[in-house]
């Protein structure tokens, strides 16, 4: 009898370790995606109702900034802007990563133009970070592109590297600007009831997204990936983080840093395709092994009334 205990012991244990499951929140278009709100209390609320929802939940997020939002048109910097990042890192304990100054597409501009760009974007992060102690180390993709060919792709890379970026990829994928869009349109009407179901539309809508990517990478690579989640800093998220941390607590997930799921070794896995597209890392790696159709089959779409909504 004792045999059979301990055995069911160790095989109930061995599978909730195989099915250990890691995310980590990442938000673009910091300090905040306002869609023409300017009234700086609204946008400092926004930020306060994230950085709270993050940290109760203990998700030790990373936002990347788009510098181009601190200043005025005469060049003079907006304090209340900078203020925000300040409370994402001090208040909050989150990291900061570079998202380029202006968001420039890379696959319009030319590689003198977009890296200009980048560095242009790192000042005001840089001094932020410094005063905690910490660097910034993390280059993400406007739009998720890289490059449409090889040799462009590998000319940023090795600048990236040079000036000593790690890039930041994305895995769950999502059209979560389309539902934000939605809801901001929703809010100005103080439509309550909308809002709610776009919320809880959203929510569900991301954890199939979650469903969907583990599959992928249970196809790929034969187990779990830590999971890094595309989101933006938007109203829609400073009202649903809490809605969307709770999801993943249920689906046991855990929270890691940026640096905690790169240490996974699929994220060494070579990307040997290129394009136009602004895509999963789990895409890229899927194209480049050749899998093809039916791989890609029953991704999550978003509901019809969000893309009319958003248009």
């Known amino acids: 009898m004792k045999q059979v205990v301990l055995f069911i012991l160790i095989f109930v244990a061995g599978s909730s370790f195989a099915q250990k499951k890691q995310v980590c929140f990442s938000f673009d278009d910091l300090p905040v995606v306002n869609y023409g709100i300017t009234d700086p209390v609204y946008q400092q609320q926004l930020m306060y109702r994230l950085v709270a929802s993050l940290n109760k939940h203990h998700i030790p997020a990373i936002g990347f900034v788009n510098e181009r939002k601190l200043y005025k048109s005469d060049g003079s910097i907006i304090p209340f802007q900078v203020g925000m990042l300040k409370d994402w890192v001090e208040d909050g304990g989150m990291e900061l990563g570079n998202h380029t100054y202006s968001h420039p597409d890379y696959n319009k501009v030319s590689f003198a133009e977009y890296t200009n760009n980048i560095v242009e974007g790192e000042t005001i992060s840089k001094k ?4 905690k102690g910490q660097l910034l180390c993390y280059f993400r993709h406007p739009f998720l592109h890289v490059g449409n060919t090889k040799a462009k792709a590998d000319s940023l890379d090795n600048f990236l590297k040079e000036r000593g970026y790690t890039v930041a990829p994305v895995t769950i994928d999502n059209e979560d600007y389309l539902f934000a869009a939605a809801y901001k349109r929703a809010s100005v009407k103080s439509d309550t009831a909308l809002m709610r179901r776009i919320r809880n539309d959203f929510v569900d809508y991301i954890g199939k997204k979650a469903d969907y990517y583990e599959k992928q990478s249970q196809a790929l690579f034969g187990r779990n990936i830590p999971q890094i989640l595309l989101l933006h800093a938007s109203l829609l998220n400073s009202d649903c983080v809490d809605l969307l941390a709770s999801m993943f607590e249920q689906n ?11 240490r996974d070794k699929a994220y060494q896995t070579p990307v040997t395709v290129y394009g136009i597209w602004g895509i999963s890392w789990i895409d890229r790696w899927a194209l480049s092994q050749g899998r093809k159709g039916d791989f890609f089959k029953d991704e999550p779409v978003t509901p019809g009334y969000i893309k009319t909504m958003a248009e």
């Open 128 to 131: 932020i970070l410094a005063e």
């Open 252 to 262: 046991h997930y855990e929270f890691v840093t940026m640096n905690e799921a790169l």
